[in-house]
């Protein structure tokens, strides 16, 4: 049989995701869960295949769902029409983005591109998007899904005229970063028009051992929080694209049906893993989301959205520093008085170039993890909530109350107004992390 030249680059992009790793391996593909720990299950559940095949992966790198997709020959999309959500984050081993070499495989009918929040090639900043047009590199038309759910985005894939929606994303573990709810938004869609949904996974780049923080209650779901779930989910996308369709989308569809969902393992992946640890080339999932270590701080000091204070935008290192004009060293001090376990915050001055307080010097502090298994990000954002208060006078929260949005409810803003401390207020959300623990355990993927 001879090839094509569309035909040779696909096959060279697949040899270049999947390198030694077998193709056609048994367990390389979740299928479809119609309910809690059907064909999702975890260490014991339905795929025990999937399990000895982590085990046994070569040592040293992760191998990402996209590879083995690629490895097995794309069966999955055969004979489909395809669309892709994705972003910068959606690349193979070897550094090229899945789109150019889905595109080049004539094994792949790929018909269509979706960009989520800050675009498809990720130059929005935060709350915008790139808009619709044409990829330059392939020809394909691009959609934009950003502030997009329910019927309007069911019109937008069929529109698209693709059969099936595949998700390639890198997240960083937080509930309020929106691709896992872009996730969450196109399995509904999905369902309302009919189509399948393919899940590509990628790690937790700060490890998923745990979940913490509070769980989102009804009254305050928003794009930064669809559902309740815990503030640090410790989950993957796969593992959420499960739990979504088991526990919230179980009658999405027109008729009632079900999400037709197929979630594509990594292989080598362990929860305890930070992403340094994967062997993958980190590329930035939104503009101020630099490195790991950005994302090790995140479901913390993000919650200073809610705040007067800056959270780092327009530095080098959002999120790890934290201040506003005023602040000064008694900040850091009392921060570091609450001995809160892996990190140290240091006195730090820094003039933003963008976002609050742009041009102004502002005071503050720097967060430094010097133990990344003992630290909790979200209890150190409420110890610096807490401080904050406490130190400076000029602290105020958002008029739209936006903090209650991050947070999940009202308590933690009233806790802290009422002078609660870390310990007192992460006890209050501790009944509702408990019942989510429980509920995310039939969902998890990965030993």
Not at 53 to 82: I, K, N, S, W
Not at 387 to 416: E, K, N, P, Q
Not at 420 to 433: F, P
């Amino acid at each position: 049989m001879t090839l094509s030249r569309r035909g040779l680059l696909g096959l060279a992009g697949a040899a270049g995701a999947a390198g030694a790793w077998g193709a056609g391996t048994p367990g390389a593909v979740a299928l479809n869960a119609p309910g809690p720990g059907a064909g999702l299950g975890g260490a014991s559940g339905a795929d025990p295949g999937a399990v000895a095949e982590t085990e046994g992966a070569p040592a040293g790198r992760v191998r990402t769902g996209f590879e083995r997709l690629a490895a097995d020959g794309y069966a999955v999309l055969a004979g489909q029409r395809v669309g892709v959500v994705t972003n910068p984050t959606g690349i193979t081993a070897d550094a090229r983005h899945l789109v150019d070499v889905l595109h080049a495989d004539e094994r792949v009918d790929l018909v269509a591109v979706f960009g989520p929040e800050h675009g498809f090639r990720g130059t929005a900043q935060a709350g915008g998007s790139e808009g619709a047009g044409r990829d330059p590199a392939t020809g394909l038309p691009v959609y934009d899904t950003y502030d997009k759910s329910g019927q309007p985005l069911a019109d937008t894939f069929t529109a698209a005229g693709v059969d099936t929606v595949v998700f390639d994303i890198q997240d960083v573990g937080a509930r309020f970063y929106t691709y896992i709810w872009t996730l969450y938004d196109c399995m509904r869609a999905a369902a309302l028009a009919g189509k399948a949904v393919v899940v590509l996974d990628r790690p937790n780049p700060v490890g998923a051992r745990r979940a913490a923080g509070p769980v989102l209650q009804r009254p305050y779901a928003s794009f930064v929080g669809r559902e309740p779930i815990a503030l640090a989910h410790g989950m993957t996308a796969g593992e959420l694209a499960g739990l979504f369709a088991g526990e919230f989308l179980r009658a999405s569809g027109p008729a009632g049906e079900a999400v037709r969902l197929r979630v594509v393992r990594m292989a080598g992946w362990r929860r305890e893993s930070f992403f340094d640890a994967t062997g993958l080339p980190w590329v930035p999932p939104s503009p101020n989301m630099p490195t790991p270590g950005t994302a090790l701080a995140y479901a913390g000091t993000c919650l200073f959205e809610g705040t007067n204070l800056s959270e780092g935008r327009g530095t080098t290192t959002p999120f790890e520093l934290i201040g506003a004009e005023g602040v000064d060293r008694r900040w850091a001090q009392a921060a570091n008085a609450l001995e809160l376990p892996g990190v140290w915050f240091r006195e730090a001055y820094f003039t933003p170039s963008f976002s609050k307080h742009a041009g102004k010097t502002c005071g503050g502090v720097r967060l430094l993890v010097h133990d990344r298994e003992a630290f909790d990000p979200v209890r150190a954002g409420i110890g610096l909530l807490v401080t904050a208060r406490r130190v400076w006078s000029g602290f105020a929260w958002r008029s739209d109350h936006w903090i209650d949005r991050l947070t999940g409810s009202d308590r933690v803003r009233l806790m802290v107004d009422a002078g609660a401390g870390v310990e007192e207020i992460a006890g209050d959300w501790a009944a509702g992390l408990a019942e989510f623990a429980a509920v995310r355990e039939k969902y998890l993927l990965y030993p």
